[in-house]
């Protein structure tokens, strides 16, 4: 189910992100709704925003009914920390930007 446009937020970050993933790391990235039932699945679950890049999140709790991440207990998941690294390597030099994420101010 693809989903309506006004549920996705308009983030840069998760964008970045995104290409991150997909270009760098070569993973397969979709973008959809996710339903409650399907995060028991998950290795691995993070939030993502400006200040903190991404932030790996260690447990769920809904009314009582818990979900754990355990590679989110105590720190990220190789996949967080490598989107993570990424970003931060781009932000700071360390790695090659994609094209257009760098304006030069003179």
Same mark, same amino acid.
């Given at each position: #189910?693809?989903?309506?446009?006004?549920?996705?937020?308009?983030?840069?970050?998760?964008?970045?992100?995104?290409?991150?993933?997909?270009?760098?790391?070569?993973?397969?990235?979709?973008?959809?709704?996710?339903?409650?039932? @399907?995060?028991?699945?998950?290795? @691995?679950?993070?939030?993502?925003g400006t200040a903190a890049v991404i932030s790996p999140v260690g447990k769920i709790n809904?009314?009582?009914?818990?979900?754990?991440?355990?590679?989110? #207990?105590?720190? #990220?998941?190789?996949?967080?920390?490598?989107?993570y690294d990424t970003f931060t390597g781009i932000l700071l030099g360390r790695n090659k930007?994609? @094209?257009?994420?760098?304006?030069?101010?003179?």
């Open positions: #189910m693809t989903p309506k446009s006004e549920t996705i937020l308009p983030s840069i970050t998760r964008r970045s992100l995104m290409v991150i993933a997909k270009d760098y790391l070569g993973l397969e990235v979709e973008e959809r709704e996710v339903y409650f039932e @399907e995060v028991k699945d998950f290795a @691995e679950c993070g939030l993502c809904d009314h009582g009914n818990e979900i754990c991440f355990p590679s989110g #207990m105590t720190e #990220m998941g190789p996949i967080t920390k490598k989107l930007a994609p @094209e257009g994420w760098i304006k030069v101010i003179e």
